[in-house]
């Protein structure tokens, strides 16, 4: 019986195969370590592949979030639901859910996490009465719950609806529309011709609301790709997703300038996400483009409307919560790496050597703990721009 030669394929495979493995024993040896090297852990989730696995994510995730495993809120009791004012809504949004979980999975165990899922979110708005329900949060809970399950899910989702979706989470819309007021800037940095053909076309930026208060949960139907981006998301700052959002619409820029220029055509256009994007390219586009163009170089022409309780100012007190999870030696490591990859970072798409970007971006969560205080505010027109550029890089 003649033996099949290995084809190009199969070779490929052994690589990514061999790449994984490495990447999960690299994983797993930071959480080994006491304390555990965060920004490590940041960069590995950002960098290609991301947590590569559900068991992995488990582990990882509490630590970007700073959520200690050992100390999680207590089960739910019955007297949860009772006048609760948003229990209707919360039940009428699980109940249209259905195609948040995975196909196939059997009537009664999917009728069980629908019941968790209203639960976890009651939990973290009784826990929170500052924060208020919206239309798409139960998309980002479920994705936690899916992953590492109800009570892990409900610590790890309080802590990011009081930080990275705190903004969501105001009575009003006024700072999300402003988070989405940062869409324009961004593609005007990179494509003014399509900045200018939007502009026209008046289509607006409503296009990119679910993808933004979803985390894109909603839009996507594959939930590998959707974990993929909480991996990026978590790691890094909380207006990532606008840029995200931002590298889609660019990636997209041929179709959009071949339509008609009418709001219509284009908000018809771009309202529909192709499910087979290059995702770790576009990953990578996004972290770059944040590099490239911090949002403290966007604000001024974002600026809408004075904003005191936006994530980028909450973010402070949850950075430097997570600081605290590493010796000084390795903050101080981290700053010399900041600072030689902000030198690689002097125009837009150039190469520049990807752990540099990687290390930028791991630590970008961590500039208070890591100096940044210590830097000059720039003094802008927008009123709450001296506080949000201590969290960010110049």
Excluded at 21 to 47: F, H, T, Y
Excluded at 94 to 113: A, N, T
Aim: proline letters at 6%; hydrophobic letters at 40%.
């Amino acid at each position: 019986m003649a033996l099949r030669r290995p084809s190009p394929n199969d070779n490929g495979r052994r690589d990514c195969d061999s790449k994984k493995k490495r990447k999960e024993a690299e994983i797993c040896q930071v959480l080994n370590n006491d304390p555990v090297d965060v920004a490590a852990l940041r960069r590995m989730a950002i960098s290609e592949g991301g947590l590569l696995m559900d068991e992995i994510r488990c582990r990882v995730w509490p630590k970007l979030l700073n959520v200690k495993t050992e100390d999680l809120p207590p089960p739910p009791g019955k007297e949860l639901r009772e006048d609760n004012k948003d229990y209707q809504q919360v039940l009428l949004d699980v109940r249209r859910s259905l195609r948040r979980f995975p196909p196939g999975m059997p009537d009664e165990q999917r009728e069980g996490l629908q019941e968790k899922l209203i639960d976890s979110i009651l939990q973290v708005l009784q826990r929170n009465p500052q924060l208020h329900y919206y239309q798409g949060y139960h998309d980002i809970v479920v994705t936690f719950l899916l992953v590492v399950g109800e009570r892990l899910a409900t610590a790890l989702v309080e802590k990011l609806s009081t930080h990275h979706l705190r903004d969501f989470m105001d009575p009003t819309m006024d700072n999300t529309k402003h988070i989405l007021n940062y869409l324009m800037p961004i593609i005007d940095q990179v494509n003014p011709e399509l900045h200018d053909f939007m502009q026209r076309a008046e289509v607006g930026t409503i296009f990119a609301l679910s993808w933004l208060i979803t985390w894109f949960g909603h839009v996507l139907s594959d939930f590998r790709h959707v974990v993929r981006l909480y991996d990026f998301f978590l790691a890094c700052h909380p207006l990532m997703p606008i840029y995200f959002a931002a590298v889609i619409v660019l990636y997209r820029a041929e179709e959009v300038l071949a339509c008609e220029c009418d709001m219509a055509s284009v908000h018809h256009l771009l309202s529909q996400i192709p499910q087979d994007l290059p995702y770790e390219t576009l990953i990578s586009r996004a972290g770059d483009l944040f590099v490239q163009f911090p949002p403290s170089e966007l604000a001024r022409e974002a600026a809408q409307q004075q904003a005191e309780r936006t994530a980028a100012s909450t973010f402070k007190d949850f950075e430097l919560a997570s600081a605290q999870q590493r010796p000084d030696t390795v903050l101080r490591q981290r700053f010399r790496e900041r600072l030689r990859a902000e030198e690689g970072a002097k125009s837009l798409m150039t190469t520049k050597p990807r752990t540099n970007r990687f290390v930028k971006l791991a630590v970008m969560g961590l500039t208070v703990a890591l100096g940044a205080a210590a830097l000059a505010v720039v003094k802008s027109a927008l009123e709450w721009a001296p506080k949000f550029e201590l969290q960010i890089f110049p």
